[in-house]
């Protein structure tokens, strides 16, 4: 599976450029990513929530960077699915923003896993690339991700839907979080 | 606390629900003083609008007291005990849309901005009350409400004018004003306004101080009228009246230079079998808004004239009269309103007397009896205009 997005961040190409590079802030946006540790100079280990109910880890490693212009990566060893995505940054025409083209690629195995990863995913895939990079550009303009009181956990709003009402959490759901 | 809900159509209800909590930094909280039922609250209650669930929180007229604020908010911008007054569109300061003053089509603090890119082709701003669609935030019909971006849209009042005379800063002065603003008027222009509803009224006001020659009021409240006319606008019933000819008349057969649609996707018309039409349309869904004051608006305007619609549409219409906008080189002109883009000027003109806001409040009730507010308001009763509650 191929998913590709693209989001546009009113920040200088060097600074989307190094938030991005420091791939342990890939989880504040992205939906599915628990952890990502960075274990060496191009290699890392990443932890994601699976839909089965336990951690899916695999180890990656960058494949090609260019200073400010595109970050590459894949999964190696023997990753349950194996992926890799492509990250190119563009100077936009206003001259102080930064263009950002995502393009992601799951190598979806069959049996069980593949199974739950397509319903993890659903019908509308890229919806969720789409909503990381809605993300992505909150937390680099705003500094962190925008909460309601309808989506009250952040990058979890999407799972969310339709969402609790639009009325203040109490105490007892403030306690529990996101997962109860 | 106590809040004001949306509980089902055509209801709701006051109930007991949790205070507010931070939720980002850059939050705060208000304990509201005043608020108010805006038109466009009629539009969810009557069920126009989607992604309304029971229990959301109405309300996004309101100002208060802050009583709370995020770690992200910089004491030198807002700190606990300001008196503010709280805009309705959520607006991040930082994107390209804040950038450029187009506040209601913030980029950053809609998180259900998937769903109004379905709905709408791109996101737009959060609304505080204003259905999942604009984000899910609990609105101001209430006795605190949380405010994101508390740094950005809040207006401190420093000065001792009471609540009534700023608290339309955060709605409908701005947006009546936003219409006005929008026609570019000059001095020999000639305004039409459909709808005296409340923002009609504060768009007639905006066209005057902004030095239209003349400006006339459509509706077909005899009372609303009066209100107009009592503010020195010329009067048209459009129950009475033919409304082109009419204008014709006013205008030396020209048609109005400006027009502008106060009334929305909810609009009534003196013919009933257009309006049956679309009324029908709405009911099967096959149209969502009811046009007749865009429509109208487009065919009375002056070639060359401008169309300012303030508004609310949600969806789709039928039967948009594009040959007349396109054959007589007509200007529409749109948005929810920038409220932040207005709200410093806008009240420097209540300082110095050129605006009374107060003139519209008909009605002030305590928070308790907010469902007799909708009632009132949504069927005219007692010569309703405006309803403030007071929490």
Not at chain 2, 209 to 218: E, H, R, S
Not at chain 2, 243 to 249: G, H, I, M, Y
Request: glycine share 10%.
């Amino acid at each position: 599976m191929e998913l590709t997005a693209a989001t546009t961040v009113r920040k200088p190409v060097a600074e989307v450029f190094a938030f991005w590079r420091d791939l342990r802030n890939l989880p504040a946006f992205m939906g599915h990513l628990e952890e990502v540790r960075t274990t060496g100079e191009r290699t890392s280990h990443w932890v994601a929530d699976a839909p089965f109910g336990k951690n899916v880890e695999w180890d990656a490693e960058i494949t090609e960077e260019v200073s400010a212009e595109k970050i590459a990566w894949r999964s190696t060893g023997d990753a349950d699915v194996p992926n890799g995505g492509t990250v190119l940054f563009v100077p936009a025409p206003d001259g102080e923003s930064t263009e950002v083209h995502v393009g992601l690629v799951y190598d979806i195995p069959g049996g069980a896993i593949g199974k739950a990863v397509a319903r993890y995913f659903g019908e509308e895939p890229h919806q969720q690339l789409d909503d990381d990079l809605r993300r992505f550009k909150q937390v680099l303009e705003t500094g962190e991700v925008v909460r309601s009181d309808g989506a009250p956990w952040g990058k979890r709003a999407r799972k969310e839907f339709p969402q609790r009402p639009a009325q203040p959490l109490s105490d007892a759901e403030w306690e529990k979080g996101p997962d109860a | 606390m106590r809040a004001n809900t949306w509980a089902g159509r055509n209801k709701v209800e006051v109930r007991d629900v949790p205070d507010p909590k931070i939720l980002n930094s850059r939050d705060a909280i208000v304990r509201i003083t005043s608020t108010a039922i805006c038109g466009s609250d009629l539009h969810l209650v009557d069920g126009y609008v989607p992604t309304m669930q029971d229990g959301d929180v109405l309300g996004h007229e309101f100002m208060g007291e802050v009583v709370e604020v995020g770690s992200g908010v910089a004491a030198d911008r807002l700190s606990v005990g300001d008196r503010v007054v709280v805009p309705f569109p959520i607006a991040c300061g930082a994107c390209a849309a804040c950038a450029a003053e187009l506040y209601s089509c913030c980029e950053n603090t809609n998180p259900n901005a998937g769903i109004a890119e379905k709905m709408f082709g791109h996101p737009v701003a959060g609304i505080f009350g204003y259905s999942h669609l604009t984000g899910g935030y609990a609105g101001g019909q209430a006795q605190y409400a949380r405010v994101p971006f508390a740094d950005v849209g809040p207006l401190k009042i420093e000065s001792d004018l009471t609540d009534e005379q700023v608290l339309f800063l955060s709605d409908i002065l701005p947006t009546g004003y936003m219409g006005a603003d929008m026609c570019d008027i000059q001095p020999s222009d000639v305004v039409a306004v459909w709808g005296a509803g409340p923002v009609g009224q504060f768009a007639m006001d905006s066209a005057r101080v902004l030095g239209a020659a003349k400006v006339i009021a459509i509706d077909k409240e005899p009372y609303r009228l009066r209100m107009a006319e009592r503010a020195g606008h010329v009067p048209v019933n459009f129950e009475e009246v033919d409304v082109r000819s009419r204008l014709l008349e006013l205008t030396g057969g020209r048609g109005p230079d400006k027009c502008i649609d106060a009334v929305g996707l909810e609009a009534t018309h003196g013919s009933a079998h257009i309006s049956a039409y679309d009324r029908v349309k709405q009911a099967v869904k096959s149209e969502t808004d009811r046009p007749h004051a865009l429509r109208q608006a487009i065919m009375s305007c002056r070639s060359g004239g401008v169309v300012s619609v303030i508004g609310v549409y949600g969806g789709l219409v039928d039967k948009f009269p594009a040959g007349a906008w396109m054959n007589r080189s007509l200007t529409l002109r749109t948005g929810q309103c920038h409220v932040q883009r207005y709200m410093k000027p806008l009240l420097e003109r209540i300082e110095r007397g050129e605006l009374d806001p107060t003139r519209i409040i008909t009605h002030t009730l305590s928070l308790e009896e907010a469902e007799r507010g909708f009632e009132m308001f949504k069927n005219k009763q007692d010569d309703c205009e405006k309803v403030v509650l007071k929490p």
